[in-house]
């Protein structure tokens, strides 16, 4: 099986950071694995996206056109992304951050207030990391035991507070509308 | 072998394996999107007793791989292709004067100043004009970040096996892409280098290294004898990687990303019955002559897809003495073609071939 999943938002969203928590998933779940970053004269605030592949085959192009998993974290990435989901994908939008909506029939979207529950939860800047939760509950894509696995190899260990407070927003995520 | 796999970017993979391979002295200058390279050996280089210096400009860093490579240490340079421009006086002096040495190019879109976004636009610089002069370099087309780190530590080791500069020839999407990459354990055998410039303490004739030889037969003779150990490069040091062209009536060619994209390409048009086979150099020069010859005996066209306006289907062309036809597919500036329009490529190809 083979999930592309592409990541958008603002710079300082972390959409960089929640694409390598899924690539790390899928380093320790032993799968192919491919992360490559939008790169440009980018900045806080300008647009930013990142492209997931996680595969049982070896991965040809590491590019992402038209996703199976869009996260879409701003208005303008909502806009250029929710047109390119394959037929029976799936959408997960922070609902804080986009307004508009898909008036498509043929994909599943995901509404969270992420930004929301993140300032509510003491976890100012882990709107990303609520998505991710999100995500692997209604997906399947990725194990729990491997989210955690990923969390802790990619949070430095001199910063132990910062794996629980992921871990938090992970399970805020994952028990959202539950 | 250490068998743990590490997530890091083409970039990153490249540095760390340089350093695991003996490279001492690493020379650059920042350009985008080759920079994480020079942030990596900023980085590690002072604690495993190496030399990183950021240079006023890339013309000082490869006259500063000159020096350093003159001395016999393993050395490096890096940049990304308006910066490889800068470099190439350097490079031929390096070629005239027999010195290994690695130079990495991640390239980007030009010409001029260009962009900033992957291309493959210097593949006649690399493969046919590094510089002026007669001379070539070694010039290694890595497709994967884990080939980022394998053939960056083949290209040290063939530098100095041939006395030749080798060229890393990547793209910004290589570059900057995260892949999870294995570094083998390895003591790189480091070979007597008689000819370096390290002090000759009075007990034996002093070494020059110079690329000037101003009378004409000298000269000659001295691109002779380069030219003779061309040879055997090219017997020894011609790679590639052949994938599904057995029965293949459409050989696609590509190298690089573009290769990645190709292979995507070439998985599609065979899940629709079409038989298209992909060829992937890993060294463009020695180009794989023999691989699209190979090919000849069920190949009824050939499809070179680049992120250029058309470089390396010119040696295609040539290898196979235009016996087939050869087509070209590519994108140029920084756009990167995507797998559907490589597949439209195939399956008009194909159509072509049944009428």
């Known amino acids: ?178 | 072998m250490s068998q743990e796999k590490k997530l890091m970017k083409g970039n990153e993979a490249l540095a760390e394996a340089a350093i695991r391979s003996g490279c001492k002295c690493y020379f650059g200058y920042p350009i985008t999107p080759q920079t994480e390279i020079a942030a990596y050996m900023a980085k590690r280089m002072p604690k495993v007793g190496g030399v990183f210096v950021q240079a006023e400009s890339e013309i000082a860093a490869i006259n500063m791989v000159y020096g350093a490579a003159s001395t016999g240490t393993r050395c490096m340079t890096s940049s990304s292709s308006p910066g490889i421009s800068l470099k190439s006086e350097g490079i031929s002096y390096l070629a005239g004067s027999d010195l290994p040495c690695v130079i990495v190019n991640v390239q980007r879109g030009g010409p001029g100043l260009g962009g900033i976004q992957p291309s493959q636009s210097d593949y006649y610089m690399a493969a046919k004009a590094g510089g002026h002069g007669d001379f070539h370099m070694l010039v290694f087309a890595p497709s994967s970040v884990q080939e980022m780190a394998d053939l960056a530590a083949l290209a040290f080791e063939s530098a100095d096996k041939y006395r030749m500069p080798a060229m890393i020839f990547a793209d910004g999407l290589l570059g900057q892409m995260m892949e999870p990459v294995a570094f083998p354990e390895i003591s790189p055998a480091m070979p007597e280098k008689p000819w370096a410039c390290t002090g000759h303490g009075n007990k034996r004739e002093h070494n020059i290294v110079n690329s000037l030889y101003l009378v004409p037969e000298e000269l000659e003779r001295s691109n002779f004898e380069r030219f003779a150990r061309y040879e055997t490069v090219k017997k020894e040091l011609t790679l590639y990687d052949n994938f599904l062209t057995e029965d293949a009536d459409i050989i696609v060619t590509a190298y690089g990303a573009s290769a990645r994209i190709a292979r995507s390409a070439v998985t599609a048009a065979r899940a629709q019955g079409i038989k298209a086979g992909l060829i992937r150099p890993k060294t463009l020069w020695p180009f794989p002559v023999q691989a699209y010859r190979d090919a000849l005996s069920t190949a009824k066209a050939y499809l070179s897809v680049e992120m250029s306006m058309g470089q390396m289907v010119d040696d295609v062309r040539l290898a196979i003495e235009c016996s087939r036809p050869v087509h070209f597919f590519g994108h140029t500036g920084g756009v990167v073609p995507t797998p559907s329009e490589v597949l439209e490529q195939i399956r008009k190809i194909n159509s072509g071939l049944a009428k």
Do not use: H
């Open chain 1, 1 to 178: 099986m083979t999930s592309e999943i592409l990541l958008a938002g603002f710079g300082g969203q972390g959409i960089l950071f929640a694409g390598k928590v899924l690539a790390y998933c899928g380093l320790a779940a032993e799968r192919e694995v491919s992360w490559l970053p939008s790169y440009g004269p980018e900045m806080r605030g300008g647009t930013c996206n990142c492209s997931v592949i996680l595969s049982d085959e070896p991965i040809g192009a590491p590019t992402v056109y038209d996703p199976d998993i869009l996260m879409a974290m701003n208005e303008p990435s909502f806009l250029k992304f929710s047109d390119k989901v394959k037929a029976g994908g799936k959408i997960f939008i922070d609902s804080t951050l986009v307004d508009s909506r898909s008036s498509r029939d043929d994909i599943t979207v995901y509404e969270i207030p992420a930004t929301q529950l993140a300032e509510e939860n003491g976890l100012t800047g882990g709107a990303n990391i609520i998505l991710l939760g999100l995500i692997i509950a209604k997906t399947g894509i990725i194990s729990d035991k491997d989210i955690e696995a990923a969390i802790s190899k990619i949070v430095p260990p001199t910063k132990p507070k910062l794996i629980e407070n992921n871990m938090k927003a992970i399970s805020i995520g994952r028990n959202y509308g539950c």
